[in-house]
């Protein structure tokens, strides 16, 4: 492993890529001197940072949609952040919402921000690892997961992890940057430098979903819609001044990860895809 971190230190440092200082003192910090009142904060307001994958709130919405969600689902979000697209499928999409990350300051914010929105109940946040998921076999109607599998070395184990969790006939909703032609650009939003990267081809993982015992629904290639969405945080990030954006959660090159997930798939070094696929027997 040349370039790569090892296994026993992946944890630290993706704690450290993502999630430097702390998250809820800084969401606070940013609310005031962006001239919002942080004890009035509203879903809306939270949507400009607290749903940083690529196609922000929207791609959630659409990948909610392209995964034919109904009310009353339970729904493990793998990979959740700060919640908010847990919130998004608890408010919009009457779902019951457990969300699990590797970074714990990542898992505070996420219950602060719903016991603040009023969606405690319907969401739950724990830390810990999506290669050994602290949940139950067959205990879930869907797995979710947003732009995390680039952080995911074992893939295969990943995968099981999923089809292990899921009942039968249930679904694995998911997007992902994956692999195109050529190396990426970097630091990018998922690594800093290729030691914490882990891209594959689409290829790749449908293969490796298929061994797992999941079968695919649907496939799309959502690169020119996160695209759009890549150039106007672009554009408003150019106005200056105090702003609520993907610099609260990540403050460290903000611009430059920016910049490079816009040239990775500008030059179709990396393609952004949404998947879901049904898990068998």
Known sequence: MANRV????????????YAPGDVRARIAERLRAAGQDPAQLTRDL????DEFHGGGRESTRALARFAGLTPGLQILDIGCGIGGPARTLAAEFGAAVTGVDLTREFVQAAIMLSAQLGLATQTRFIHGSALALPLADASVDVVWSQNMLMNIPDQPRFAAEVARVLRPGGLFAFEAVVA???????????????ALSFLVTPDVLHDTLSVAGLDEVKWLDNTAQVLDVARQRLAAARGGGPRLDIGVI?????????RNGLRNNEEGRTLAIQGIYVRHG
């Open 6 to 17: 090892t296994q026993a230190s992946l944890d630290e440092a993706l704690n450290l890529h």
């Open 46 to 49: 939270a949507a400009q940072f």
């Open 180 to 194: 195109g032609v050529g190396e990426a650009h970097y630091p990018a939003f998922w690594a800093a430098t290729p």
């Open 250 to 258: 990540v403050p460290e090159q903000a611009g430059e990860k920016m």
